[in-house]
């Protein structure tokens, strides 16, 4: 995010609206700053590196911090959302588009042409923006940057300054508060400093992927290939501990935590596309589609990307194992049987426990779960080594890879924040999302409690839905809010003037109350009103 | 099949037809002079003040309407003939009810002040409204000064909105404390110094004694009843309250007083012919609730009512305990049970305020028996059901204040005062 303007930057309708003096002057520190990314993108070979590096990220931190202490600190705590739809960059005016635009052809580049950045062929020096961060890089893990440390130090920059600006939105809310120390701590060790000093350890004997450990399988979707798992199984008893991590962290790690807290513990309290989305993403929140047609578009996407990737990864190991057993315990036929085995295991408990909530969408559930059974049957049947069905599996990879890792999270989940809000890719697209969502849906203690008849059907709490949930519509119903897509953020709470709404972790007992309960009326009339 | 028409599409119209349509086959249609679809009013503050766009007050979606089979008509009924069962359109129209139910909601009041009509004086309930103060007060250049007179809930509200312009806002509040008609006097004196420290000029005990005008007819100043003071403004909002808005009720055969009367069935005199919501007024008040309730839920259970009795299962409006809920700026208000501003004879008051100034609660409970009779709580959020419960339990105003931790409704991790409370409650009680 090297072009990222400051999203309060706002062209408003109202006067009253525009920047003061102090937000301006921010604005123009942290400009200056993003000036010398941009110089250094065009090739302006700055002489000392590490000065003007440093120089370059101290003034976009500095700018936001004045900038953010101008707007929030100015004013009473309290809920700050005024003036938000006059604003242009926030309400897909002007500058919104501009902003769109830029981030979309950042990511374009950074996916696609990452040698327009500066980034050297084999052997030869870094030019250009990748350039300007080579002597961090060298501090860090002692070699020079690419594309992807040069986007991972701005990610982590955007999730730390946002979120200092975040916190002082809310500072009158330490659920929020706290969330957010989580989110850029998470940031900051997991996903930035604890790989680049883990690349550190690395040498020609011994070496580690790059590993993200809060990255967990279906998100990280390449965790299992080839290359990782022998890197990691060379890399004797730290690797394997890490093969071990990933396959425990997705099959009995995040059961537990999303029993207990719903999806909420990964999605908005550690998740890195999640800490984007709540700090840099927080203005562009009640930019989501609210209606119905957007929702029934988000579950077959979403529920279409998990198929897709069940399939690619099971393709991937299926075909770098062996058929004999003597050699190795995991054949591909085993392999193929314990997935088909965990799914119906998966499949059955949910058709047999839990079909009357999912009611329509129990034969949806069906569908996919059919698609992949009938695939991996294909597969043993139909696929060699090298090919799985009729598809080269590196072309399946390459393919998800492609349209779902670059395209979906990056630039659309990222680029069109200003345009569909902060939250595309975890609503329409992260595989990781659907798969907690839908445990949250039919087994966990979170619910956003509605109190009693006190809404008022405002409307405040689905504006301001980043998830595109119509809050409202549960409720005004007096019924708590149990949606998979929901990643426990908190704000639908925060901005209900009425003290509506609130996230806990409660008993499974009457967590779904599909009743008009309590609207203040006897409870005759509640009673009748219930009979549906 | 009959043909059941709502003239107003507000909450309690809408709620009718919903349920109505749940429960019946009828054929339903809908008039609205307001606005072609059903918005949320209590909404309408955050249009103006960017938090929303009049797309975002509406609960259903637009396609709603029609697969719910329920027709809407976008117009104004000016005449009502019961004996025919017909309606009169001001654009010539005419429409045969079989069922007819009158919702037609509020209207703000004017008490007749001189200049009341002019341009640049304004309520604050429709939409209408909202959008006449956009026109009027875009801006602090090109509306320099506001005047609100009337301190209420709807009052601050436009306080707040024109705040968030940067427009500055004189208040007039004829109390001696803010809303002290219906708060204690801790509460009503933490909310008037809270409105204070947003920078409003509030100003107590002030009555309105005229609006003038400038040569072209516009609102230029409002002269103080009390002090004889001229404020120069360009805005004045009169927002003492609403009343129910029926002139067009009062030229037909149906009874009406200040709103529609209606007995429990929220049937009035004629036959086929219901009130429900801010217009209906029970020709006996329930319990300490007022004839008339202009309010959010009021609405919404009477128009639930109303819909089981035309669907053949006659029912009486009857509301359970009594509750509500505002905010004053940044500060939540909730009630639950009776909280009268001075304690009904024989009753007590316990206040309690966090040192901050912007957390505090009153109970009402009776003095001899000690059983709880209401809460106000504010900047603290608490449960409706388990408040609902211990009112229908009869519960003391000490078990109460030694539970109050399981009516806490407040975000995760917020600090929690409900041991300060106790404390604070025990020590007083002692001293009694």
């Known amino acids: ?532 | 099949m009959e043909h059941i028409v709502i003239i107003g599409n507000g909450i309690s119209g809408v709620t009718a037809a919903r349920h109505i349509r749940k429960l019946s086959n009828h054929k339903i249609t809908i008039i609205s002079a307001e606005t072609e679809h059903f918005f949320s009013r209590t909404a309408l503050m955050y249009i103006y003040m960017g938090h929303m766009k009049y797309e975002h007050t509406k609960p259903y979606e637009d396609w709603f309407w029609k697969k719910n089979r329920i027709n809407l008509i976008f117009g104004f009924v000016k005449n009502i003939e019961t004996k025919s069962n017909t309606l009169y359109f001001e654009n010539g129209d005419t429409l045969q009810y079989d069922k007819l139910i009158i919702s037609t909601g509020s209207k703000s009041n004017k008490f007749g002040w001189k200049g009341q009509d002019l341009e640049g004086v304004l309520g604050l309930y429709s939409k209408q409204d909202v959008d006449l103060l956009e026109t009027l007060a875009p801006n602090k250049e090109v509306c320099k000064h506001a005047v609100i007179v009337g301190g209420g809930l709807i009052g601050v509200e436009l306080a707040e909105m024109l705040h968030t312009r940067k427009i500055p806002v004189t208040f007039l509040v004829r109390e001696d404390h803010f809303w002290d008609n219906v708060l204690p006097v801790g509460d009503a004196k933490m909310i008037s110094r809270h409105i204070l420290s947003h920078g409003i000029d509030l100003r107590l005990k002030s009555n309105l004694k005229e609006i003038q005008s400038d040569d072209n007819g516009r609102v230029n100043a409002v002269i103080i009843e009390e002090t004889g003071e001229v404020i120069k403004c360009n805005l004045v909002g009169l927002t003492p309250g609403v009343s129910p808005n029926i002139d067009m009720i009062k030229q037909t055969n149906i009874e009406t007083d200040q709103g529609v009367l209606v007995n429990r069935f929220l049937e009035t005199n004629i036959e086929n012919v219901y009130a429900i919501g801010d217009c209906a007024q029970q020709r006996e008040p329930i319990g300490h609730r007022k004839a008339i309730e202009a309010v959010w839920y009021t609405g919404r259970m009477m128009g639930e009512t109303v819909a089981q009795t035309i669907c053949g299962n006659k029912m009486k409006y009857n509301p359970g305990h009594w509750f509500n809920s505002a905010k004053f700026f940044n500060i939540e208000y909730q009630t639950y049970g009776w909280v009268f501003p001075e304690p009904k004879e024989s009753n007590k008051h316990f206040h309690w305020k966090h040192e901050d100034d912007s957390k505090c609660i009153t109970i009402e409970y009776e003095k001899n028996s000690n059983q709880f009779l209401g809460i106000n709580t504010f900047g603290i959020r608490m449960k409706h059901d388990i408040f609902d419960r211990w009112l229908t339990e009869k519960r003391s105003a000490d078990y109460v204040m030694e539970h109050l931790r399981e009516a806490n409704f407040d975000p995760e991790f917020y600090k929690t005062f409900e041991s300060e409370i106790l404390n604070s409650y025990s020590v007083q009680f002692k001293m009694i």
């Open chain 1, 1 to 532: 995010m090297s072009n990222k303007l400051n999203p309060s930057m706002s062209l408003a309708k109202p006067d009253s609206q525009a920047l003061s003096k102090t937000q301006k002057f921010g604005v123009a520190i942290g400009v200056i700053g993003l000036f010398i990314m941009i110089l250094a993108f065009f090739n302006v070979d700055f002489p000392n590196k590490t000065l003007f590096l440093s120089l370059s990220l101290v003034m976009i931190t500095v700018g936001t911090i004045i900038f953010s202490n101008n707007a929030y600190l100015t004013k009473q705590a309290g809920i700050q959302n005024d003036g938000v739809w006059f604003k242009s960059i926030a309400s897909r005016g002007f500058w919104g588009w501009i902003l769109g635009i830029v981030l979309t052809l950042f990511y374009i580049v950074l996916y696609f042409k990452a040698e327009w950045l500066g980034l050297a062929a084999k052997g030869e020096a870094n030019s250009g923006l990748v350039a300007l961060f080579d002597p961090l890089s060298r501090f860090l893990n002692g070699g020079p940057a690419s594309q992807w440390f040069v986007y991972g130090t701005l990610y982590t920059v955007a999730i730390l300054v946002f979120g200092y600006k975040f916190m002082l939105k809310y500072r009158h809310n330490r659920y929020e508060q706290l969330r957010t120390v989580s989110v850029m701590f998470f940031q900051l060790a997991f996903a930035f400093l604890i790989p680049e000093f883990m690349a550190r350890l690395n040498s020609d004997t011994f070496s580690l992927p790059y590993y993200d450990l809060k990255n967990i399988w279906p998100l990280n979707y390449y965790n299992f290939d080839k290359y990782r798992v022998d890197s990691m199984i060379e890399a004797g008893d730290i690797g394997l501990a890490l093969l071990i991590f990933g396959i425990v962290s997705i099959f009995v790690i995040t059961p537990i935590l999303t029993y207990k807290y719903g999806k909420r513990w990964y999605c908005s309290w550690v998740c890195g596309c999640g800490g984007l989305a709540e700090t840099a993403g927080d203005p562009f929140r009640h930019l989501s589609d609210k209606t119905q047609v957007a929702w029934k578009i988000e579950r077959w996407v979403v529920h279409s990307v998990v198929v897709f990737v069940t399939l690619m990864t099971t393709a991937v190991i299926y075909s770098y194992l062996g058929n004999d057993s003597s050699k190795y315990w995991l054949t591909k036929d085993v392999f193929l049987l314990s997935v088909a085995g965990l799914l119906t295991f998966v499949f059955a408990l949910v058709m047999i426990f839990k079909r009357k909530e999912l009611a329509k969408d129990a034969q949806y559930g069906a569908i996919g779960y059919f698609v992949i059974i009938m695939a991996i049957i294909g597969m043993h049947y139909f696929s060699g080594t090298k090919h799985v069905f009729l598809f080269n599996t590196y072309f399946l990879q390459s393919s998800y890879g492609f349209l779902i890792g670059a395209i979906f999270s990056g630039v659309i989940g990222v680029g069109f924040y200003p345009i569909f809000g902060n939250r595309v890719w975890c609503r329409f697209g992260c595989p990781m999302a659907a798969v907690l969502g839908f445990q949250q849906r039919l087994f966990s203690r979170f619910r956003i409690t509605t109190n009693g008849g006190q809404c008022i059907s405002c409307g405040n709490c689905s504006t301001y839905c980043e998830m595109g949930i119509d809050v409202r519509a549960y409720a005004q119903k007096g019924e708590n809010i149990v949606r998979s897509s929901c990643v426990g953020c908190g704000i639908c709470a925060a901005v209900c003037p009425r003290g509506v709404l609130k996230l806990e972790n409660d008993s499974l007992k009457g967590r779904i109350n599909s009743n008009d309960v309590l609207l203040g009326n006897d409870v005759d009339l509640m009673d009748l009103v219930n009979q549906r």
